[in-house]
């Protein structure tokens, strides 16, 4: 059974969710509620297999919402429901790892599926609302994302080096690639720009490997 707290300050619209989807018996809407800072304090407490989140609400908004769970590393996966494009919401939700980011005006059956998808591990974005964050390609190598990643936890290259098992030097020659990829003033800027239009990754042991293997081949 699919747990789901639906978090959306439209009464009706709410209610009429949470009938529609428990319709599907493979899913239990657990709780419903009209703001954010409820909707979040339940997830904290409970860990909901998904959570669908308006993207504005009072107390806390979906985006809002989104980053705590990420900060306080919550197994829930977050659909976030808009009705329309709004300037750089779409880039902070995929920098926070957004699991989809759907049109509120869609059919229940349409949303369900979404649920379904984001279950299985997949990421969906309604085309409408897509800004040109994926029109952008991203200049960051896998090798350079870990170690931007890495500057981002506010590690020294000393410290990255030794955490992936890097020399300092090739530490600072990928922190100067990236510097110069993103036209930043410094390595900081650089994580903050990459974070905005979702070209940091998340880090798996598998691209650790790879660089291991790599700076050994070229012992």
């Known amino acids: 059974m699919i747990s789901i707290i639906i978090a ?11 009938q529609l989807i428990e319709f599907n018996e493979q899913m239990k809407v657990v709780n419903d509620c009209n703001n954010g800072g409820d909707a979040f304090e339940f997830i904290e407490k409970y860990h909901p297999d998904i959570a669908i989140l308006d993207i504005e609400m009072p107390g806390l908004t979906g985006l809002e919402v989104l980053s705590k769970i990420r900060e306080f590393k919550i197994d829930t996966k977050v659909i976030i429901v808009t009705t329309f494009k709004r300037p750089g919401y779409f880039e902070k939700a995929v920098a926070n790892e957004v699991d989809a980011y759907v049109l ?9 599926q979404t649920i379904k998808h984001v279950m299985n591990g997949e990421k969906e974005y309604s085309t409408s609302l897509m800004t040109t964050l994926f029109k952008e390609s991203n200049p960051l190598t896998h090798k350079e994302q870990v170690v931007l990643r890495e500057i981002g936890d506010n590690l020294s290259s000393k410290e990255i080096a030794e955490k992936l098992y890097l020399s300092d030097g090739t530490v600072r020659n990928y922190t100067s690639n990236i510097i110069d990829k993103l036209n930043a003033e410094n390595r900081f800027n650089a994580w903050k720009k990459a974070k905005e239009k979702g070209w940091i990754l998340k880090v798996r042991k ?11 081949n070229n012992i």
Do not use: N, P, W
């Open 8 to 18: 959306e300050d439209q009464y009706m619209l709410r209610k009429a969710m949470v």
């Open 206 to 216: 598998i691209f650790k490997e790879c660089i291991k293997k790599t700076e050994l």
């Open 104 to 112: 509120k005006e869609r059919s229940v059956e349409d949303l369900i």
